[in-house]
């Protein structure tokens, strides 16, 4: 009794010791990014002869007069259009009605922010009580003033100029034909390799495996997670399915913005413009009539979208580690729930901490970017020098650190914390109507994403098994045991198959 009296205050003094920590650091972090807002601004102007607009809220003054239309996608002659909405103030800003972009991007309250914004919120309580007690009347016009202002919130969002300016920056068409890398982007043969290829009409890099000397009976979809690559794939699950003579033509793909697939840095990549690349350059491109699904962690969200999209076309899906975070009834600002659920701004686990810094800090994960994936072929041949050039270490890192910061900084915004939001829809269809069979797997050590998004699936989900993985994290729950996951696999494809 005595010793898990001890443990339990263990744990609360832990506990508290973490918050205060994390309170501390991130406050310092959150000083760190506006100077490193001023200083990026200054470097894109020295390098580039022009101010490259970010997502930070600025002091100048809002927008209150403008209207007129914003291109959000440019490619193959066809443009996303969003369209301000007439003048509506609220607190001195204008607003904007965006169907693709997540507010996470322009949105990210500091701590000392959100401090203040709950002392504001208490008084306001207080002071509604008090209004309330003195006059009936009175009370039922604050009612109703309330009412009308979170109608008002829900159906718009906030925008500061430099969000506007930044999603007018879109405005100039994509040519995907140059090489438009950024200075702070790594501007070597791997990473541009798709501005210097001769097919004017680019594509997703597609790594695909045909049956030896067996006709494909077939298709599979491999989609990989968040700043990974195709490699995830194809260095561990394709060679076992090779050795075990397997009858199926299986696709790995490079996400936009990913491995060798084109980094455009005029993309917002939305969770339209992935899917729209993933149909080109492998349903369309490569004739794939029905298919199976693979995804890992951020891929689970395109392979679902896939799913709702495509119906009956589908003949498995197969999830691991999928980011699914139910957001509650009456919860106003979903996209804003799941973020600090995926950056919960902790400095414990240090996963928690990269995931913060990756998520909440615009600069300080350029400059993370501009540290690594700028110096990846550094970085690699140090790793290749101190594992004696271990293969699975150079494909872990090679999908780690190819891919620009725009490219991550959007597809973690306007997907996994965006899209999150909108998963029970797909779920919904998924359970509803198509009748395919749903696979879970999930490492039962994964700090990144927690067993009970896979169990909350289910429970959207009744038909999917669940398969946790012990002493296994989000990689090593493939990595590693890619032999077992092969045939584990090939179960599935059978199965679906009857």
């Keep these: 009794m005595a010793v898990m009296k001890i443990r339990g205050a263990t744990t609360v003094a832990g506990t508290w010791l973490n918050e205060a920590v994390s309170f501390v650091v991130f406050c310092v972090l959150d000083i760190v990014d506006s100077f490193l807002c001023l200083l990026y601004k200054a470097a894109d102007y020295l390098f580039e002869a022009e101010w490259k607009p970010c997502y930070c809220l600025s002091d100048k003054e809002p927008i209150t007069a403008t209207r007129g239309k914003i291109l959000l996608s440019h490619k193959n002659g066809e443009s996303k259009i969003l369209t301000l909405s007439p003048l509506q103030e609220l607190g001195g800003r204008s607003k904007i009605e965006l169907e693709d972009i997540s507010e996470t991007l322009y949105t990210r309250p500091s701590l000392i922010t959100d401090l203040s914004n709950i002392s504001v919120n208490e ?39 430099t969000v506007v300016e930044m999603l007018r920056g879109k405005i100039r068409p994509q040519n995907l034909s140059q090489d438009i890398s950024r200075w702070s982007d790594c501007d070597c043969g791997f990473c541009t390799s798709w501005a210097s290829t001769s097919d004017k009409d680019h594509s997703l890099f597609v790594k695909t495996q045909i049956p030896n000397g067996v006709t494909a009976k077939e298709d599979v979809l491999f989609i990989h997670g968040f700043i990974s690559s195709s490699a995830f794939w194809t260095e561990t699950v394709f060679p076992s399915l090779s050795a075990s003579s397997s009858a199926h033509r299986l696709f790995a793909v490079d996400l936009l913005g990913f491995g060798k697939s084109p980094k455009p840095a005029d993309s917002l990549y939305t969770l339209r413009e992935h899917v729209e690349m993933i149909e080109k350059s492998v349903l369309h491109k490569h004739n794939v009539k029905s ?136 779920l919904d269809i998924v359970r509803d109507k198509l009748k395919c069979n749903v696979t879970i ?50 179960e599935i494809w059978k199965t679906s198959s009857c």
């Design 123 to 161: 008084l306001n309580k207080r002071f509604v009580k008090i209004t309330r007690s003195e006059s009936e009347c009175s009370g039922h016009h604050e009612k109703t003033k309330n009412k009308r202002r979170r109608s008002v919130t829900k159906s718009s969002l906030t925008v500061n100029f």
């Design 291 to 426: 298919f199976h699904i693979v995804a890992h962690s951020l891929g689970c969200i395109l392979a679902l979208s896939l799913a709702a999209r495509h119906g009956g076309l589908i003949k498995s899906l197969t999830l691991l580690a999928p980011p699914y975070y139910p957001v509650p009834t009456g919860e106003t600002k979903p996209r804003q729930y799941v973020m600090k659920k995926v950056a919960p701004r902790k400095v414990w686990p240090p996963i928690a901490l990269g995931a913060s810094m990756a998520c909440w800090y615009e600069h300080i994960s350029r400059t993370i970017c501009l540290l690594i994936c700028k110096h990846h072929r550094v970085w690699q041949f140090i790793a290749r020098v101190l594992t004696r050039n271990n293969r699975t270490v150079n494909f872990l890192i090679e999908g780690f650190m190819c891919h620009t910061h725009n490219a991550a900084w959007h597809t973690l915004h306007n997907i996994i914390c965006g899209t999150g939001s909108k998963l029970d829809t797909y």
């Design 441 to 490: 797997f999930h490492g039962g050590d994964d700090e990144l994403i927690p067993v009970e998004c896979s169990y909350n699936v289910k429970e959207r989900i009744p038909r999917a098994r669940v398969k946790v993985i012990e002493h296994k994290d989000h990689i090593t729950m493939v990595v590693g045991r890619q032999d077992e996951f092969a045939r584990e696999l090939q």
